[in-house]
């Protein structure tokens, strides 16, 4: 099963759920993650870990329509390209986004 983790920041990701993230792996399933930004200690920990890392542009605290509009657009692209069997969300704007 492909799995793909959203969030709102790379270091969040591997913080807060990087325990997850290898207990998906070790249940055999395939994991991606996505999140805004870049961050070069996130990027080497998903690079080891073989989980591939996309870029979605995202305003965590912003309120600007045109920004979200990015976001979906992006987000749909994304669902589209790696068609994850199931999305794993957290934080209120991914939360929001991945229920769209």
Do not use: C
Request: glycine share 8%; proline share 6%; hydrophobic share 45%.
């Amino acid at each position: 099963m492909h799995i793909l983790i959203l969030g709102n920041d790379p270091k969040s990701l591997v913080n807060f759920r990087g325990p997850l993230i290898e207990a998906m792996q070790a249940a055999g399933h395939r994991v991606s993650a996505a999140a805004s930004g870049h961050d070069a200690k996130a990027g080497a920990w998903f690079q080891a870990r073989a989980v591939t890392y996309h870029d979605v542009p995202m305003e965590r605290a912003g309120l600007n329509p045109f920004s979200d509009w990015r976001t979906l657009t992006r987000l749909k692209r994304l669902m589209r390209e790696a068609a994850p069997d199931m999305l794993f969300a957290y934080t209120i704007k991914p939360v929001v986004y991945g229920l769209i």
